[in-house]
């Protein structure tokens, strides 16, 4: 009787199927890391394990950490001071490489999402350092502020429902179209200095009080979008408004209201209460620009960024 019970045994484990586990079928952990420049509040940063890559602010002779070790209010007393504007500085190609050789080492993959490629040479630079790596994959946001915050974000998302790094890749670029990148500045002194905007330009806005809104084309350049008058309150309020007339086409998943510093608070209220009355946001997100958009934008600038359906 065991005789036969071990033949049968035999038989049974012959024609089972050999089963072999690859390594390319084992889903790996993927990280998600961004440039400084996607201005997300520090709790959400925490709470979605985004590895951030500072950009480097110049003042003088003397470099720093975007968000590290300097933020915006010491750039606008710099500005102040010296009458010059701080200048800004990519992530090189080795300190990408750094990042993605300690996560690849420890097999997991990488969703990087980039600056601009039209405003900075990161992106360009992520893509130097991810060439010498597997399952390292880089995005172009053609954004910035947290207008590129919020494909961060989803990136997470996507993350979270258990994709894989190529998918998450995917799905990020085929958003990358729908960001709505818009700003309303209070004055052009900033992007003057900077050299994106001409004497002439900042003189006739001056004199003709004008506040000019700000929008983030569909390469990733900037250009104005429309022209405000009057005082600065009033723009903001009429900004807000504009940036919400067609509420029903936004992803109702978030929506930001991020702002340079100096800017009444009852603005922001205003903003958000506008937002939250219209009862179409699961989460409203209200954020500080970082120290590479204030170098560029300077002080009291308001954004209202969200994804199209």
Same mark, same amino acid.
């Given at each position: 009787?065991?005789?036969?019970?071990?033949?049968?045994?035999?038989?049974?484990?012959?024609?089972?199927?050999?089963?072999?586990?690859?390594?390319?079928?084992?889903?790996?952990?993927?990280?998600?890391?961004?440039?400084?420049?996607?201005?997300?509040?520090?709790?959400?940063?925490?709470?979605?394990?985004?590895?951030?890559?500072?950009?480097?602010?110049?003042?003088?002779?003397?470099?720093?950490?975007?968000?590290?070790?300097?933020?915006?209010?010491?750039?606008?007393?710099?500005?102040?001071?010296?009458?010059?504007?701080?200048?800004?500085?990519?992530?090189?190609?080795?300190?990408?490489?750094?990042?993605?050789?300690?996560?690849?080492?420890?097999?997991?993959?990488?969703?990087?999402?980039?600056?601009?490629?039209?405003?900075?040479?990161?992106?360009?630079?992520?893509?130097?350092?991810?060439?010498?790596?597997?399952?390292?994959?880089?995005?172009?946001?053609?954004?910035?502020?947290?207008?590129?915050?919020?494909?961060?974000?989803?990136?997470?998302?996507?993350?979270?429902?258990?994709?894989?790094?190529?998918?998450?890749?995917?799905? *990020?670029?085929?958003?990358?179209?729908?960001?709505?990148?818009?700003?309303?500045?209070?004055?052009?002194?900033?992007?003057?200095?900077?050299?994106?905007?001409?004497? *002439?330009?900042?003189?006739?806005?001056?004199?003709?009080?004008?506040?000019?809104?700000?929008?983030?084309?569909?390469?990733?350049?900037?250009?104005?979008?429309?022209?405000?008058?009057?005082?600065?309150?009033?723009?903001?309020?009429?900004?807000?408004?504009?940036?919400?007339?067609?509420?029903?086409?936004?992803?109702?998943?978030?929506?930001?209201?991020?702002?340079?510093?100096?800017?009444?608070?009852?603005?922001?209220?205003?903003?958000?209460?506008?937002?939250?009355?219209?009862?179409?946001?699961?989460?409203?997100?209200?954020?500080?620009?970082?120290?590479?958009?204030?170098?560029?934008?300077?002080?009291?600038?308001?954004?209202?960024?969200?994804?199209?359906?």
């Amino acid at each position: 009787m065991a005789l036969c019970y071990n033949l049968v045994k035999i038989r049974i484990n012959y024609f089972l199927p050999q089963i072999t586990i690859l390594e390319s079928d084992v889903l790996k952990e993927v990280m998600i890391t961004a440039d400084s420049t996607c201005d997300l509040p520090n709790y959400l940063i925490e709470k979605n394990n985004i590895t951030i890559l500072p950009l480097s602010i110049l003042l003088g002779d003397k470099s720093y950490s975007d968000g590290v070790d300097i933020f915006p209010r010491d750039i606008y007393a710099y500005v102040n001071k010296t009458g010059d504007l701080p200048k800004t500085a990519a992530v090189t190609p080795a300190q990408y490489n750094t990042v993605f050789k300690e996560f690849t080492e420890q097999g997991k993959a990488v969703v990087h999402i980039g600056l601009s490629s039209a405003i900075s040479s990161s992106y360009q630079n992520a893509c130097i350092a991810a060439a010498e790596f597997e399952d390292v994959y880089c995005i172009d946001s053609k954004s910035l502020c947290t207008a590129m915050g919020l494909l961060v974000l989803k990136a997470c998302d996507f993350r979270e429902k258990g994709f894989d790094a190529k998918k998450i890749y995917n799905r *990020v670029n085929s958003l990358v179209p729908k960001v709505s990148t818009t700003f309303v500045l209070n004055n052009l002194e900033y992007l003057h200095k900077g050299g994106r905007c001409s004497g *002439v330009a900042k003189f006739s806005a001056n004199v003709l009080g004008i506040k000019p809104s700000i929008a983030v084309d569909e390469n990733g350049r900037l250009d104005v979008a429309k022209k405000y008058r009057g005082k600065i309150d009033l723009v903001y309020k009429q900004y807000i408004s504009d940036s919400l007339k067609d509420v029903n086409k936004f992803d109702p998943a978030r929506v930001v209201i991020a702002n340079s510093g100096d800017i009444n608070p009852e603005i922001i209220s205003f903003a958000k209460g506008v937002i939250e009355g219209k009862n179409k946001f699961t989460e409203v997100i209200t954020a500080d620009a970082g120290c590479t958009i204030s170098s560029h934008c300077g002080p009291k600038t308001l954004a209202i960024f969200y994804i199209k359906k």
